[in-house]
């Protein structure tokens, strides 16, 4: 695993690599963000922990570009923006997860190789379509294909729904959300989020490697796999 750090705070970039290299990492690039895509050219990485204040280039507009132009780069952000409309914007502009400062170093480790093996996962099985989630609207239930059932919502089941009849292909997000009961005028990206991310939460709560909700940049979300709706 190659690790890219750009933070501008010179002692705490100092901070992070020791803790990185110690639990095992390879940090290839040590960055302040200026130059950055000169240096990921000549320093090619599997992860980047990325700051959000820089000092030329805010993080969001690297993490956009980045994200365009590098679609196998895992994008962890690492940045003391924490409330609830920062983290969701990060997510949006193509952070694999959002972290923040101060944050537990062994917390940062988890999160790195977590990211790396969904990374893995989606290039080795972009779909892994031959595995069966089943989802009873009635109980409130998904079930896993290990047989391990996961309690949701209502709304979650209408996401699920909309997800599972797209047979793996993308969803729209405004098609999600209408699923959801917001109608165009008053449309809410932001709440989308919300409801994926929770819904995420809670299947990776019982399958942790699972990675079976993906987004497509700038599109939608996708169900990576069977989906049978009990209709009954």
Known sequence: MRVGLIEDNADYRTEVVFHLRRAGLEIVLESDGIGIDAQLANCPCDL???????????????????????TGLGIVMLTA???????????????????????????????????????????????????????????????SPEGRPIKISVNE?????????????????????????????DFDDRRLEVAISRLRQKIEAVEPDS????????????FAAVLHVDAR
């Open 48 to 70: 980047l922990v990325l700051d959000l204040g820089l000092p030329v280039e805010d993080g969001l507009v690297i993490a956009r570009r980045l994200r365009q132009q590098r």
């Open 81 to 143: 923006r924490g409330s609830l409309d920062d983290r969701l914007t990060g997510l949006e502009e193509g952070a694999d997860a959002y972290l923040v400062k101060p944050v537990d170093m062994r917390e940062l480790v988890a999160t790195l190789h977590s990211v790396q093996r969904r990374l893995t996962t989606n290039a080795s099985t972009p779909s892994v379509i031959g595995k069966h989630w089943d989802l009873n609207p009635r109980t409130l239930t998904l079930t």
């Open 157 to 185: 089941v209408e996401l699920l729904k909309q997800l599972g009849a797209a047979c793996g292909a993308t969803v729209s997000r405004r098609k999600l959300a209408q699923a959801l009961g917001y109608p165009n005028p």
């Open 211 to 222: 990675a079976v909700i993906r987004a497509a940049w700038g599109q939608g979300y996708l």
